[in-house]
T-cell receptor, first 114, second 114 residues
Framework: AQTVTQSQPEMSVQEAETVTLSCTYDTSENNYYLFWYKQPPSRQMILVIRQEAYKQQNATENRFSVNFQKAAKSFSLKISDSQLGDTAMYFCAFTPDNTDKLIFGTGTRLQVFP | EPEVTQTPSHQVTQMGQEVILRCVPISNHLYFYWYRQILGQKVEFLVSFYNNEISEKSEIFDDQFSVERPDGSNFTLKIRSTKLEDSAMYFC????????????FGPGTRLLVL
């Protein structure tokens, strides 16, 4: 079965600090793409960052970066210099090569405190 | 920047009624998707659509559901006879290509079945 596990239902961080959200996944595919989506209270799904499984280099996007460990099937998201606007639900997702669909985890609710 | 749009933002309907949820994907995208998110749960894939036909569908997407691209811009999800358990947030997404390409989500339609 292809699954995504986010073991942290809730996290909190103080403004300007760094926080890491964890994600593990299970697939027998060798080629796939990994994503982190952010869902603020408005409930819109916003792409944060993506990683191609065949690339060893970890993706970065401004204050957001990932730690991709393919052998361990781990894909964590690091948010540096956290801002109040980062408060949201964060979903890890992946799409294997043999399917159209995104497979989502259960999400981590991040609260950034002033 | 081009966006996926969805209408209506909210829909309230009586059990057994038909509803049509509408989406306008990003104009140069070729693949279209519907996902749903029951309150407090993870986002689930419903269906993908390409070249005027269903590409892939989940077990959730039974005979009560149908999708259509009635013209060059709209993409619709129809639920023929709504049930209480159809209450959810419905997200439309689109991508330039399948699987590896990033799927861009619309703001969602919140459906409440009474």
């Amino acid at each position: 079965a292809q699954t995504v596990t986010q073991s942290q239902p809730e996290m909190s961080v103080q403004e300007a600090e760094t926080v890491t959200l964890s994600c593990t996944y299970d697939t027998s595919e060798n080629n796939y793409y990994l994503f982190w989506y952010k869902q603020p209270p408005s409930r819109q799904m916003i792409l944060v960052i993506r990683q191609e499984a065949y690339k060893q280099q970890n993706a970065t996007e401004n204050r957001f970066s990932v730690n991709f460990q393919k052998a361990a099937k781990s894909f964590s998201l690091k948010i540096s210099d956290s801002q109040l606007g980062d408060t949201a639900m964060y979903f890890c997702a992946f799409t294997p090569d043999n399917t159209d669909k995104l497979i989502f985890g259960t999400g981590t609710r991040l609260q950034v405190f002033p | 920047e081009p966006e996926v749009t969805q209408t209506p933002s909210h829909q309230v309907t009586q059990m057994g009624q038909e509803v049509i949820l509408r989406c306008v994907p990003i104009s140069n995208h070729l693949y279209f998707y519907w996902y749903r998110q029951i309150l407090g749960q993870k986002v689930e894939f419903l269906v993908s659509f390409y070249n005027n036909e269903i590409s892939e569908k989940s077990e959730i997407f039974d005979d009560q559901f149908s999708v259509e691209r009635p013209d060059g811009s709209n993409f619709t999800l129809k639920i023929r006879s709504t049930k209480l358990e159809d209450s959810a947030m419905y997200f439309c997404a689109s991508s330039k290509d399948r699987n590896q390409e990033t799927q861009y989500f619309g703001p969602g339609t919140r459906l409440l079945v009474l």
